[in-house]
């Protein structure tokens, strides 16, 4: 005899096989990296930060130096990169490409040594309007930088976006990077909030 | 009563753990003799509150356990904090303004993390209901009165009681 009481248990049983299937399909092969954490910066004001050029540098690489006011005016990525990075070298024909279609890339580089940061962009190409230099790491724990690269996505007023933990995969050009730099060129709606929080993934 | 007794030694299983394990790991230090301040009383907040700061490189150690360069700065950033004026409160807010509340090894308690922290004890309390109900229904169905015989059957019962075994 099978009482409706005697159903819960089962009932039970399944809901949580159905969340806990659901759970590791997201992460698994391909998907959903939980280690990534989203950013407590998103829809805020950048960081003050005013960070000097990478020094010594050659004439052939002019880059000036970059502060908080220069993110303003316009919707640009914030590259965090380093040479001693190798996701950082990976990424750089990403950078390069965006730059060429015309869109605005700074670079913070990270506790880098000049010479080195020199020859990586001489060697690579240099996809940045402007570098500013974080010697002591506290610039990019303003932003809440916590793995190299990241890349953050900040609007013409000067507001985080979005932030990309890791390198930024050729194929996520299209499907991630050119529409968010689109939707960041829109006002914040609460759509774009909720999108910009939980989206990411590899 | 004695499944209830079983409940609370589960219970209190884990308050005994410390007193049984008297090898308790030694203290080896990812702090390096250069970030240390000279204030005792500041090293110490610092030290206290750099074990609830959850390491965002490593995830599952506090900066005061791990060698990643982000936690010494986040341990140094601390210091720099306190050293500045800071309260306990103030330093950890600073850290958790920039790297939201998963930074923090005890999670906070609100509308976010209510799940978190009620959760446990509501399916606790569940699981309790459940077992109170099951038990007093198997009481009342074993103390239930039985209906006394009727004539037929006291008949059967004397005719069975005055046959004699077979020899």
Known sequence: MLRPLTLIPVAVFAVLAVVFAVYLWQVGPGGKDISKIPSAMINKPAPQFDLKPIANLPARLKIPGLKTADLKGGVS????????????RIEHPVLMN??????????????????DATRFLDQLGNPFKKVGVDNTGRTAIDWGVYGYPETFVVDASGHIRYRHVGQIYPHQLESLILPLLKQAAQPVTDSSKAGSAGAGGS | MRIFLFIAALLAAPLCAPALSPLAPSE??????????KDPALEARAREISK???????????????????????RILVRDRLTAGDTDTEAVDFIV????DFVLLRPPFKNSTLI?????????????????????????????P??????????????MLAEKPDQ
């Open chain 2, 28 to 37: 080896a230090l990812a702090l390096q003799p250069d970030e240390i301040l």
């Open chain 2, 116 to 144: 978190l922290w009620i959760g446990p004890g509501v399916i606790f309390a569940i699981g309790i209901f459940g077992v109170t109900l099951w038990h007093r229904r198997r009481r009342v169905a074993v103390a239930a």
């Open chain 2, 97 to 100: 303004e920039r790297y939201g």
């Open chain 2, 52 to 74: 609830e700061l959850r390491c965002l490189v490593c995830q599952n150690q506090s900066i005061d356990d791990s060698d990643a360069t982000l936690a010494r700065d986040l």
């Open chain 1, 77 to 88: 990525l914030v590259n965090v990169w380093a040479s001693w990075c190798p996701p950082c």
């Open chain 1, 98 to 115: 965006l730059a060429q279609q015309g869109v605005t890339i700074y670079g913070i580089n990270y506790k880098d040594k000049p010479e």
């Open chain 2, 146 to 159: 039985v209906a006394p015989l009727s004539a037929d059957e006291r008949a059967r019962v004397d005719a």
